[in-house]
C-alpha cells in the first residue's frame, strides 16, 4: 500500500461526532458519524451522491461486532431506509469528489468489501448478498485504488472492519500465499 496524507475534518470540534476524512490526489471523501448524528449527516450535499456506506454495530444476541456494507445511487436516500435497524451505533459512507462513481462501480466496490470483510472476519456480516458486476479492465484498476484507499481511511474513521486480525493464519485477499521450500 502507498503512503498516504489523511486530513480529517471535524465540523463539531470533536472526534467522537462527526467527521470527513479525505485522502491527498484522491478523488474519493469519506464521512463519518455517531447513529445520533445521522440527520446532520444525510444533510450534507455529499450524501445526495453514489457510494458504498458501512453500519456498524453490535450484534444484540451475541454482543459481538456487527456490520452491513451497502451501496446506493443516493446515499441519503438509503440511509434513511435503513433507520429501522437497530443494531447499528455508526455510519461511515464513501463517496467521489468528482461524482464519477456509476451504479456499476459502487456494486463492484460493494462486492469486493463484502468478500474482504468476510475474510478478515471481525465483524458478522448482516448481508451476504453479492452481485458480480462486470467492468472494463481499466475501471476495476481504479476501484481497486479506490479500495485501498478506503482501507487506509476507515481505521482513522474508527473501524478496524478491513485490518487483519495479527497473527491471523487466514490470508486475505491481497496477502500473498507464501511458499517455503524444504
Do not use: C
Request: proline content about 5%; aromatic content about 6%; hydrophobic content about 35%.
Amino acid at each position: 500500500m502507498t503512503s498516504a496524507t489523511i486530513k480529517l475534518f471535524l465540523p463539531h470540534a470533536d472526534a467522537r461526532r462527526h467527521r470527513v476524512g479525505e485522502v491527498s490526489n484522491w478523488t474519493g471523501k469519506a464521512l463519518a458519524a455517531p447513529r445520533t448524528e445521522l440527520d446532520d449527516l444525510l444533510a450534507r450535499e455529499e450524501t445526495e451522491s453514489s457510494g458504498v456506506y458501512f453500519l456498524l454495530g453490535v450484534n444484540p444476541e451475541t454482543g459481538g461486532n456487527l456490520a452491513y456494507i451497502g451501496e446506493a445511487e443516493v446515499i441519503r436516500d438509503r440511509l434513511k431506509q435503513h433507520k429501522a435497524k437497530d443494531f447499528w451505533t455508526s455510519v461511515v459512507v464513501f463517496v467521489s469528489k468528482d461524482e464519477n462513481l456509476t451504479k456499476a462501480h459502487i456494486r463492484y466496490l460493494e462486492n469486493r468489501l463484502l468478500h474482504e470483510a468476510k475474510d478478515v472476519g471481525r465483524y458478522k456480516l448482516e448481508n451476504t448478498n453479492t452481485t458480480n458486476p462486470k467492468l472494463p479492465e481499466s475501471d476495476r484498476e481504479d476501484m481497486e485504488v479506490y479500495l485501498s484507499r478506503i482501507r487506509q481511511v476507515l481505521p482513522v474513521l474508527g473501524s478496524d472492519l478491513l485490518s487483519p486480525i495479527a497473527g491471523s493464519a487466514k490470508p486475505t485477499l491481497h496477502q500473498p500465499h507464501l511458499l517455503t521450500r524444504h
